[in-house]
């Protein structure tokens, strides 16, 4: 099983990542996925986007994975994989959980079978600027456990305002692959679907 992390401040598009992934993962090579969300910002992936693509979701209650239901996490993706075995569950945590707990708590899990562990972070172009010396802590904490950064709504920004932001995630100390998409419109995600191959 390939395990997908999907992590990043609130409103950043994780939510909107994910299912543009699934569109392209389910619809086109056919594997099966499951989404694990403890994340309820207004664009949810409920039931009824699951079933559309023959699962059902689960849905963690009562906030976040890395704190409070970190067994709960465990103890879901256990679930999901004994009885329904996907080829891939994503986890779309809150944005304030920091992936490193997550990745950690799922790895040292006896009855978890991880053949591949991948952690997308997502930040948002337009908000970057203005926030980034505000959560420089959790950006970085974020970065360091990253295999790529989207840089997300380019929409929104300038060619100049893009590439000041790629710098930044550099001096952050992150090396690896840096793409510039925009989501909602699934433009330029195909780097993303290489972590799939
Ligand atoms: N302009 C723009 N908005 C986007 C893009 N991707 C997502 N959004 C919007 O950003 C908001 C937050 O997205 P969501 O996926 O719910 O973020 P999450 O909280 O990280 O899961 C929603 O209103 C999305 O429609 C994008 O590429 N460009
Ligand atoms: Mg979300």
Redesign the pocket.
Known sequence: MHFVLVS?L????????ILNMMDALYESKGHRIMVIEN?F???GIDGEVMRKYGMDVQELKGGCICCTLKTGLIDTVRVVQANMDPDIIIV?PT?IADPEIIINAVQDCSGIEIDRLSTII?VDAERFAKTWKMFERPLKNQLKVADIVLV?????VSDEDLDGIKERIKTFGFNGPVEA?????GVNMGKLLELFE
């Open positions: 990043g609130l409103g950043v598009g994780k939510t909107t990542v994340d910002g207004n664009k779309e944005g997502v997300n709504k380019i929409d929104t998409v925009q989501a909602d419109k």
